[in-house]
């Protein structure tokens, strides 16, 4: 449980980086934090149950785009967590198209993995 609480808030980081410096995605809510926080949480629980899932089954399409499939499957997974977000608590992270969330995932990806090597996750 410990593992997953350090891994939401390193992703919590990772997206409030991603929010700042891309225009294209904006956080709800009062504080925007609490929206950020929102959308990390779901982000979390998607990438420790269903993505790895998906992924493996993607592989096929994955290889013949040359990898150009894992940014689609990508988006559909920042956009779930961002309906999820909203459905369940009212914020999360809009999500104003599909290559904004492409540089949010390269954005997430290199923050969290810089933040997850200083924290030590």
């Given at each position: 449980m410990g593992r997953f609480i350090s891994r939401w808030l390193v992703l919590t980081?990772?997206?409030?980086?991603?929010v700042a410096l891309l225009?294209?995605?904006?956080?709800?809510g009062d504080p925007p934090v609490l929206g950020i926080a929102a959308f990390a949480?779901?982000?979390?629980?998607?990438n420790a149950s269903?993505?790895?899932?998906?992924?493996?089954?993607?592989?096929p399409l994955s290889v013949l785009t040359l990898g150009l499939f894992?940014?689609?499957v990508n988006w559909l997974f920042m956009e779930l967590a961002s309906w999820l977000a909203f459905s369940l608590f009212g914020v999360g992270v809009v999500i104003d198209?599909?290559?904004?969330s492409v540089l949010g995932s390269l954005i997430m990806?290199?923050?969290?993995?810089?933040?997850?090597?200083?924290?030590g996750d």
């Open positions: 980081i990772a997206a409030a980086v991603m225009p294209g995605l904006t956080a709800i949480l779901f982000m979390a629980l998607i269903i993505k790895p899932i998906v992924q493996l089954l993607a592989l894992a940014l689609v198209g599909f290559w904004w990806s290199i923050v969290s993995a810089l933040v997850g090597a200083v924290v």
